[in-house]
């Protein structure tokens, strides 16, 4: 071993960091209530959009202030923003609200982003999300899935290689979300295939001065949560604490998070405003592992014969800091932000000492990147044009250490290495109106990006294994949007998206004694894509619907061993399709049920929401794997709500998420996870003006599942352990508070 190697820390140091984190939120959560005591009425210029809890089924009458207004926010602007920048997107884009996100348990991704169209997500514990991807992409990656964009009012949020941890935020501290499909996202300088979503955080102009969120359920489950928001002057302030635990339904599936966020902003003019972002996150979760099939029909409760011996986890403490610049000023926009994050994890996994594998992983990591983008509005060749042009660089620097697992113990080194990733990606886009209802798109995306690996373990019979690589990629695409009428629109789009490999796609430990990582050459994974859609509402009906074929290259898919369950790495398939179809629509079925409209109320109404994602994914002509499906992708998946909700506050209604077909969770197409649906239900009322209920029901008929699965090339004959069981039959509920 060189001598520069970095030590990794001991579990002991991670373990006290862990609790200065938590230190640091009580004193910070009693910083928010001294400043809540000293604000008890909306601020003026306040949106009326308000925190956790006060979202009611139907909006109450609008109230208007008299004074001085500030006018809201310029970094994080009001929902109806996102609907006037909808228009002008050509290709698949989802504004997701919160309105439903309170109806019930308020905890995860999976909990934000349910009825999206086109966004498919398995999760293995109904807590955390192990798996999300658009479009297919990030099908293959475990734990931190690539291939979608995500970010904070545009700040990126991924690695410098593409992964990201998706439980580093609370979702109930934004109050939307924007979904780009596909090549849609290349102007927030997306490297992936799925696309980006935006998230978009609260504010001290829409924030509930004080806010205050209790919940509880099966298997342990609680989460609380307390936020303030206000207004001073020229300052304005947001900050929210949350601490989640669940004790879990299998053995050694504990679980603890602790997160805090704040923004404050400043604004030197009614065109001119700052913002500053603070972002904790402490984890510490418990690994069951996966089971087979045989496994997962007969008692789905049991665990890994090793996972409680070896103690495999995940604990993390994470920290970031972010600032953007905000203009606006008549037909001109520009931003400009940067960001930094660090991220500490110590990760117990398996370990056979006939294979020299990873056993336990120690790391730590930090990212740095900006934001630099403006958009230009002006007449130009007899009509409207909107010129956007951006610049997104991202780099990271990350330092790891794997041990021997010695039951649960830290043994000898097995690898070390460091890890440095860039990516520069510019943006280009003009928008031309021909006439007010028809418009045409030309944009292109440039990127640069660097994978430099250098090992620091050269012991090992495979030799030093360092790398340094770039990939550089030219992506153009264009679009047409035609407006029926003033809510209606028709759209179209061709492009081409370019995702370069991750350090987890490229680098992994070989099998055999005296061995350890190896480092395999990786091509970009790109695709044409043309796509077909429209979206609008009309009378009762609200609608979304894309149809897009893409042909893609060097499809980056993993390499699983399914006799040590570990994930030996990637390659690239030489040819592969996707095509799907991504449909959402709402229906207004009733009106004036029991309840008729008045000059004091809305009308009572019954609400059908339903969704429905095809991925059709299949290699084209593979020596190893000819036309099958890729494994890991669920084919239909359709989701619905039917709400019944009143003008006082209180709804109620059934659920269901159903993957309609089995589907492949290996490459040969030998072993196939089961169909399944869930049934759920919600209810929940305004008892006060201040304080509201909830209970939210999950998986009523008591389904035995798969709810994530770890695709393979091929399963072994005594059974390949890729099936992660969801939980069985749950209840939670919840009360919220908001002055």
């Known amino acids: 071993m060189v001598a520069s190697l970095k030590p990794a820390w001991p579990a002991k140091c991670f373990s006290c960091r862990m609790k200065r984190c938590s230190s640091t939120i009580v004193v910070l959560t009693m910083s928010v209530l001294s400043l809540c005591a000293r604000q008890t009425t909306a601020p003026p210029g306040s949106s009326g959009v308000r925190a956790p809890g006060t979202v009611p089924p139907i909006p109450l009458p609008s109230v208007t202030v008299t004074g001085t207004t500030n006018g809201g926010s310029l970094t994080s602007p009001p929902i109806s923003e996102a609907a006037r920048k909808k228009k002008e997107v050509p290709g698949g884009f989802t504004i997701q609200g919160i309105g439903s996100l309170y109806q019930g348990r308020a905890s995860s991704i999976d909990d934000l982003f349910q009825n999206a169209p086109g966004l498919v997500m398995l999760s293995e514990n109904n807590v955390e999300i192990s798996k999300v991807f658009i479009r297919g992409s990030g099908v293959f990656s475990e734990d931190e899935p690539a291939g979608v964009q995500y970010l904070i009012d545009g700040l990126t949020l991924n690695q410098g290689d593409g992964e990201i941890i998706l439980e580093d935020f609370d979702v109930t501290t934004f109050k939307y979300a924007e979904v780009y499909r596909g090549a849609n996202a290349l102007q927030y300088g997306g490297l992936g295939l799925g696309g980006a979503v935006n998230f978009v955080p609260f504010t001290g102009y ?158 730590y990591s930090d990212n740095f990147g900006g934001l630099f983008n403006s958009t230009t509005r002006g007449e130009w060749l007899g009509g409207e044009n909107v010129v956007t042009l951006g610049f997104n660089p991202t780099a990271e620097d990350e330092e790891d250490a794997y041990y021997q697992n010695l039951n649960g113990g830290k043994g000898g080194l097995t690898g070390a290495d460091s890890q440095w990733s860039l990516n520069a990606v510019l943006y280009g886009q003009i928008q031309h109106y021909l006439t007010e209802k028809f418009s045409f798109l030309l944009g292109v995306q440039g990127i640069y990006a660097q994978r430099h690996f250098s090992d620091l373990f050269l012991t090992s019979v495979d030799g030093d294994q360092s790398r340094n690589i770039i990939y550089r990629g030219i992506n153009p695409k264009a679009g047409l949007i035609y407006d029926v009428n003033d809510k209606s629109q028709v759209f179209a789009n061709v492009s081409r998206a370019e995702q370069p490999p991750s350090f987890d796609d490229m680098v992994t430990f070989d099998t055999g004694p005296n061995t350890s990582q190896i480092m395999t050459l990786l091509e970009p994974q790109t695709s044409w894509t043309v796509e077909l859609g429209t979206r609008g509402e009309s009378d009762r009906f609200e609608w979304e619907l894309a149809l897009y074929h893409s042909w893609v290259r060097n499809e980056l898919v993993d ?39 008045s000059k004091q109320h809305a009308a009572d109404r019954l609400i059908l929401r339903q969704n429905y994602t095809l991925t059709d994914m299949k290699f084209n002509d593979d020596p190893d794997f000819g036309n099958n499906r890729v494994a890991g992708v669920p084919i239909h998946d359709y989701q619905f709500q039917l709400m019944y909700e009143a003008p006082n506050g209180f709804y109620a209604g059934p659920n269901l998420h159903w993957i309609m077909t089995r589907f492949p969770v290996d490459n040969a197409n030998t072993l196939y996870a089961p169909a399944y649906a869930l049934l759920g239900f919600r209810a929940g009322a305004r008892l006060w003006k201040k304080l509201s209920v909830f209970v939210d029901l999950h998986n009523l008929l008591d389904q035995r599942y798969a709810a994530s699965v770890d695709p393979i090339a091929a399963a072994s004959s005594e059974g390949s352990q890729v099936f992660h069981p969801g939980d069985p039959r749950s209840f939670y509920g919840g009360v919220s508070y908001v002055w």
Do not use: C, M
């Open 206 to 363: 829409d924030a509930a001065p004080l806010a205050i969120r209790a919940e509880g359920g099966s298997f342990g489950f609680t989460r609380d949560q307390i936020s303030t928001g206000g207004v001073q002057g020229p300052w304005d302030y947001y900050v929210s604490a949350s601490v989640r635990y669940r004790s879990g339904w299998r053995e050694h599936s504990e679980e603890s998070t602790e997160l805090l966020f704040s923004d404050v902003g400043y604004k030197f003019s009614d065109t001119l405003e700052n913002r500053a972002y603070l972002v904790l996150d402490q984890t510490d979760r418990k690994i069951p592992g996966a089971l087979t099939l045989q496994q997962l029909e007969q008692d789905p409760k049991q665990t890994d014969p090793l996972a409680i011996p070896e103690d495999w986890r995940k604990d993390w403490y994470y920290i970031r800091l972010a600032d953007k610049l905000s203009y606006k000023s008549g037909p001109e926009e520009a931003s400009a932000g940067v960001y930094w994050w660090h991220r500490e994890t110590y990760e117990p996994n398996i370990y056979i000492p006939s294979n020299t594998l990873s056993g336990i992983n120690a790391f």
């Open 559 to 597: 390499i699983y061993n399914p006799a040590t369950d570990l994930d030996l790495g990637g390659l690239n398939i030489p040819h592969a399709t996707t095509q799907g179809i991504e449909a959402g629509l709402e229906t207004r079925l009733f009106n004036g049920i029991i309840v008729k409209e």
